[in-house]
């Protein structure tokens, strides 16, 4: 905790622009969140059900306060905000809302968000919104233990068996084009780095490829081409699996309008 | 010593309430007892993810969101406790879980039961942690170390998983009209399975006076059970739902309550394989360790490289 203003609970943004930012970053922690908890009692070993619910955890108690925290500029609540909101109104990034794949996807998908979110923490830790720096904060020191477990996977899976070695790869494949969506800087991003909020999210990329092609070498992995670049998802715009994920999340919710839970 | 010595030992350190610890010679029957039972809760705790996991990604605000998915990471390190615990006894963790998939080792029945609304969420956590713990808190004092240890700590995390099931009923039982009636429906269909977690009555308990014996056992099934039903009648009127057995009322004369006859037809029924998920259970199980095969072959693998190269191995996080 770095000043009074961030241990005042209901505490609310300067203006709609912070607000907005921290529902993005809300709304990734929470979707991420969401695909994670998915492999709940199917993972490859009971340390990884363990393991990956922890994460999911984590990344749902930062979507918790990140929501909470940017809602409260509108009067909405983190609950107003997951459940009540449509497909074109969740910001996430599309790696996010990605389907889980095999383990080897879900792993891969892990570090590369894992690593960014890491890099974007670090940064936001001096952030001149005494909130998010404290926020970040708390979430720098779990999202370090995401990337030491989603690392040590990558280098087991891919330097493992021929036939991991071989899945890994597909799944970077098919993973890594999400990935440029993580570092296209807008007008929100551009005026957070003006004030001093939050870093340009292009800024973060050297350390972040550093960082990960540094795992994946040595996991005998091959770094796909930057061809395609798929994005959209800070505009609403999702991924067709996106809506059947939010149907699911939201519909119990929705059926009891105004109940207490 | 030769075992006549051994044996005499063993049940003086019983007689006197010590602890028997891995190293300790013991009858081979203590031994296997207990590898059944051990391996038994384990596989308990591991399938009774399901059910609940069943909901996670349903849940209706992300405060019960986060509970669960807390609740169901604890049940995950509850099982590998447990299995550790086991292990001690020199059975692996690989051998229990194929004799699980195999249908030689069990599994608690009341998991065989579906998760059809929310509350049962809810009614999990109440009446199945809360008859867990009924039966668990006694084996924190069984005669076998490594397992009244695990028990210990496993208390303690099923004492809140059960206040925070009978919080959550009690949210849903004072809601909306509808909220209150799926938390009695779901009531409705748990009360008779979580007295059946006890097991089957003590006068068709054959293994019971040999585990008493051992100091593995406290106390019967009948009193578990009654211990049980004790605690729930006044919870339930707390809660303001209704125990769905017109049988239930109290007896001065006994200082308890008198229940109903249970069905042990359906016991014995889900015993066999025949109630609602037995089938799904298993093959949810089955599937995520097949489908995980090659990522625990990968491990192995790595780690055997490494250890070639007299690396040292990054530790299984
Ligand atoms: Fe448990
Ligand atoms: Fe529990």
Same mark, same amino acid.
């Given at each position: ?112 968000? /894992?690593?960014?979110?890491?890099? +974007?923490?670090?940064?936001? *830790?001096? $952030?001149? =919104?005494?909130?998010? @720096? &404290?926020?970040? !904060? ?12 989603? /690392?040590?996977?990558?280098?087991? +899976?891919?330097?493992?068996? *021929?036939? $991991?070695? =071989?899945?890994?790869? @597909? &799944?970077?494949? !098919? ?31 050297? @350390?972040?490829?550093? !960082? ?50 | ?317």
């Amino acid at each position: 905790m770095t000043s009074p203003v961030s241990e005042q609970p209901g505490a609310a943004p300067a203006n709609a622009d912070v607000a907005a930012y921290a529902i993005r970053l809300g709304d990734d922690a929470l979707i991420l969140s969401h695909r994670l908890s998915e492999w709940t009692a199917h993972a490859p070993q009971i340390e990884e059900d363990l393991a990956l619910a922890n994460i999911a955890l984590d990344l749902l108690g930062q979507a918790r306060t990140l929501l909470a925290y940017g809602g409260a500029f509108s009067g909405r609540s983190e609950d107003d905000l997951a459940y009540l909101r449509e497909e074109r109104q969740f910001t996430n990034l599309q790696l996010t809302e990605i389907e889980n794949g095999d383990f080897a996807v879900t792993m891969i998908r892990q570090l590369l968000f /894992s690593c960014y979110q890491h890099e +974007l923490y670090r940064d936001l *830790e001096s $952030s001149t =919104d005494a909130q998010l @720096a &404290a926020i970040a !904060a708390k979430a720098v020191k779990e999202v370090s233990y995401h990337v030491e477990h989603a /690392s040590t996977w990558v280098l087991r +899976l891919g330097d493992g068996t *021929e036939l $991991s070695h =071989d899945r890994t790869q @597909a &799944a970077l494949d !098919a993973v890594w084009p999400y990935s440029h969506e993580l570092f296209v800087d807008d007008e929100l991003v551009r005026r957070m780095a003006d004030s001093g909020v939050g870093p340009l999210p292009s800024v973060l990329r050297p @350390a972040w490829l550093g !960082a990960v092609q540094d795992v994946l070498t040595e996991a005998t992995l091959v770094l796909p081409d930057d061809d395609w670049q798929p994005s959209g998802g800070r505009n609403g715009l999702h991924t067709e699996g996106f809506g059947y994920l939010l149907a699911e999340m939201q519909h119990l919710h929705r059926s009891h309008p105004g109940a207490q839970w | 010593m030769d075992t006549d010595q051994q044996q005499v030992a063993f049940d003086a350190l019983i007689a006197s309430d010590g602890r028997v610890e891995p190293r300790d010679w013991m009858p081979e029957g203590y031994r296997k007892t207990l590898i059944r039972q051990i391996a038994q809760h384990a596989h308990s705790e591991i399938i009774g993810m399901q059910p609940e996991g069943n909901w996670i990604t349903r849940a209706p605000s992300l405060r019960r969101k986060a509970i669960l998915l807390a609740k169901v990471q604890d049940e995950a390190g509850h099982g590998l406790y447990l299995y550790s615990a086991a292990e001690t006894l020199g059975m692996s963790r690989e051998e229990m879980l194929d004799l699980l998939h195999a249908g030689r080792q069990r599994y608690s029945s009341i998991f065989n039961y579906p998760t059809p609304t929310w509350a049962d969420v809810a009614a999990i956590g109440w009446l199945v942690d809360g008859a867990a713990i009924t039966n668990q808190v006694p084996l924190t004092r069984c005669s076998y170390g490594p397992y009244a240890r695990a028990m210990i700590r496993i208390c303690k995390e099923e004492s809140f998983h059960q206040r925070q099931g009978f919080e959550s009923q009690l949210q849903l039982s004072n809601g909306t009209p509808e909220q209150h009636a799926m938390a009695q429906d779901a009531i409705d269909r748990w009360w008779w399975p979580s007295l059946m977690m006890f097991g089957p009555p003590d006068d068709d308990s054959p293994n019971s006076a040999q585990s008493t014996a051992w100091g593995i056992k406290r106390f019967s099934n009948d009193e578990l059970r009654q211990r049980f039903v004790d605690i729930c009648v006044p919870q339930a009127q707390t809660l303001g739902l209704t125990l769905p057995d017109p049988d239930l009322c109290w007896n001065a004369e006994r200082g308890h309550y008198d229940y109903g006859v249970i069905d042990w037809t359906e016991f014995q029924q889900v015993l066999k394989g025949n109630g609602p998920c037995n089938r799904q259970r298993i093959a949810t199980r089955r599937q995520a360790h097949s489908d995980g095969a090659w990522v625990r072959e990968a491990a192995a693998a790595y780690a055997a490289k490494k250890q070639a190269a007299g690396a040292t191995v990054p530790v299984a996080a």
